[in-house]
């Protein structure tokens, strides 16, 4: 590897995606990672993991700064470098997407001078190991394989074969541009490779059908920007990756590096409800019908995350890789094998919000009963909790059953003497079952503590207050954010709950979700100022390119975890819905 492409701090990197892959470009023109052709795929361009392989568009000349900006309500990025003369990269995966087809898009162009750029492709599949075979230049397109990849490079056509791959320099005019596509599938390519202007334009197209305008929402660029991830993020199946990325530590050194390039229910549930805050749009249906159908299949068995295309998780294994700094690479994540009963409950609530809308299909009822009834099988059972610790009876996870049954029975409630009627009154019973079973994880003080038998605080104690799952003057409740507030903040962050004795700074980085929660808290207390403030902190723990991880290291003000975090894109978005609610409505 060439080190002048080195791994970069987490919020210098910018994403591109089409919901089947996603891939992150770095400051110096570098596509850092790429897994292809599927998001759980090995790792094409694995740089930021210290693998071989990479797509290098960087200015010819050093002396440059770097910066970079979106196209709006898309992820069509514009890498943006500026020395003598400015020049852009406009990047993008296109769209619509195929699944076993990656077509990146890159388009160097010389803003207001000439430009002279190098270009060095060297495709590495299977985490770097294999490296490009049976090259071959045809009609000014480079063809050739690694691993079980096929690619084809078009626009290049005076590339030439090198140590680090296939390289040439791009000499532009003041105004000139230059088109070069990459494809990479594990299928047979089309004939003729595709045509650049019409490429870009169905990719804009497309990105202009499904992102929603955010202009009466709080922070409408930003709302709007956390949507194109959302989006971006989440696959033809409904499906959304929590990340797209693996390894990138949580904290350094620290040891808790995973692989999140998996859908996760609750993660999914989290993303559909901050969709229908706002509207009925094509996201909450893509939420619902993954939601629906793993249910249908699993039942009360079903896994707390799966692969994009529904099936289960590989089991966690090491990669022979250096890692990002202070973190070690690994693929695969041992979570398939807890139970989270919570997510059962976040599904009720995902149900209930597009019963709503009036999005609801019988299937989706069906799918529905069958988490009320899995609910009523389990809820006394151990779970691994929201955040996938050991085996206890966590007391968000009950909550959540609680306003996830309590939601649902209000959406079908109908004339006494009807099914819908009768489902609702047993749901409502079992609501009230679980919350009386509640009496033993009240602390002495009043608030809600994270089980019977740990009376710490726990940030996760703030969603049952948004959800309404008890009156807002509830004195739990109360207690319970008056604990939150005083314990687990600083500096306008949230973290989730204490580790040790250490500062919890030492533990672990405030969790930005966590922060958009309490937001949404104040918000519901009519504490708009304080709702304000929280937001305006949490939306600012990013980078140029808007993207959030899961923590936020306040005292080094860097990101940390895998990028991006979908549920706290989708905690944003909800948050900028409910701030800019009436409230009085």
């Given at each position: ?367 529905a009963a069958i988490a009320a009834e899995a609910i009523g099988k389990r809820w006394t059972e151990p779970d691994a909790g929201i955040w996938e610790l050991q085996d206890r009876h966590w007391t968000h996870s009950r909550l959540t059953c609680v306003s996830g049954l309590r939601s649902l029975a209000a959406a079908a409630d109908g004339p006494p003497g009807g099914p819908g009627h009768q489902q609702a009154a047993r749901w409502s019973a079992l609501a009230d079952s679980l919350l009386a079973s509640l009496g033993d994880a009240v602390h002495p003080t009043g608030r809600w503590q994270r089980s019977p038998d740990d009376a710490r605080v726990d940030a996760a104690l703030l969603l049952p207050v948004i959800r309404g799952t008890l009156p807002a003057d509830d004195p739990r409740n109360r207690a319970t954010v008056r604990a939150v ?101």
């Amino acid at each position: 590897m060439t080190v002048s492409f080195r791994p970069h701090v987490l919020r210098e990197y910018s994403l591109i995606a089409d919901g089947e892959r996603g891939a992150l470009i770095g400051p110096d023109g570098a596509i850092a990672w790429l897994c292809a052709p599927r998001w759980d795929s090995p790792a094409v361009f694995g740089g930021l993991l210290g693998a071989r392989g990479s797509y290098v568009i960087t200015p010819a000349d050093p002396w440059y700064v770097w910066g970079g900006y979106y196209e709006t309500g898309t992820l069509i990025w514009r890498s943006r470098w500026v020395g003598t003369s400015r020049t852009e990269c406009r990047e993008a995966l296109a769209m619509p997407a195929d699944p076993h087809r990656a077509v990146i898009l890159r388009r160097i162009m010389a803003v207001d001078g000439p430009a002279r750029v190098t270009v060095t492709l060297d495709v590495r599949a299977g985490f770097g190991r294999s490296p490009m075979t049976d090259l071959s230049k045809t009609g000014g397109c480079w063809t050739g394989r690694s691993g079980r990849l096929r690619f084809r490079w078009s626009g290049a056509a005076r590339a030439r074969p090198g140590d680090d791959g296939l390289s040439f320099t791009v000499t532009l005019p003041p105004g000139g541009q230059h088109d070069l596509v990459l494809e990479l599938s594990d299928r047979a390519l089309d004939a003729e490779p595709p045509d650049p202007d019409r490429t870009w334009a169905a990719t804009e197209e497309a990105w202009s059908e499904v992102v929603p305008a955010c202009d009466d929402l709080a922070a409408p660029r930003d709302a709007r920007h956390a949507y194109a991830v959302l989006r971006g993020l989440t696959s033809g199946t409904g499906a959304m990756v929590a990340a797209a990325t693996t390894s990138l530590p949580e904290r350094l050194e620290g040891g808790r590096n995973y692989d999140y390039r998996y859908a996760w229910i609750r993660d999914q549930c989290y993303a559909g409800l901050a969709v229908a805050a706002h509207g009925p749009h094509p996201l909450l249906d893509g939420s619902v019908r993954f939601v629906t159908e793993r249910l249908l299949a699993d039942g009360p068995g079903l896994m707390p995350a799966y692969t994009v295309a529904g099936e289960p998780i590989p089991g966690e294994r090491a990669l022979r890789l250096p890692g990002y700094p202070g973190g070690t690479a690994r693929a695969g994540n041992w979570v398939a094998g807890q139970f989270q009963l919570d997510a059962l409950g976040e599904a009720l609530e995902l149900f209930a919000a597009a019963a709503r809308l009036d999005l609801l299909a019988e299937e989706n009822w069906q799918a529905a009963a069958i988490a009320a009834e899995a609910i009523g099988k389990r809820w006394t059972e151990p779970d691994a909790g929201i955040w996938e610790l050991q085996d206890r009876h966590w007391t968000h996870s009950r909550l959540t059953c609680v306003s996830g049954l309590r939601s649902l029975a209000a959406a079908a409630d109908g004339p006494p003497g009807g099914p819908g009627h009768q489902q609702a009154a047993r749901w409502s019973a079992l609501a009230d079952s679980l919350l009386a079973s509640l009496g033993d994880a009240v602390h002495p003080t009043g608030r809600w503590q994270r089980s019977p038998d740990d009376a710490r605080v726990d940030a996760a104690l703030l969603l049952p207050v948004i959800r309404g799952t008890l009156p807002a003057d509830d004195p739990r409740n109360r207690a319970t954010v008056r604990a939150v507030t005083d314990e687990l903040t600083e500096d306008g962050y949230v973290y989730r709950f204490r580790h040790d004795a250490r500062p919890m700074h030492k533990s672990e980085g405030a969790f930005l979700l966590c922060g958009f929660w309490l937001a949404q808290v104040a918000q519901a207390r009519g504490d708009t100022t304080a709702a304000a403030r929280w937001f305006e902190r949490n939306r600012a723990a990013c980078g140029p390119a808007g993207l959030y991880t899961e923590e936020y290291d306040v005292r080094q003000r860097q990101s940390r975890g895998n990028l991006p975090q979908a549920f706290v894109h989708a905690g944003m978005l909800e948050c900028a819905v409910r701030l800019s609610a009436d409230p009085g409505a």
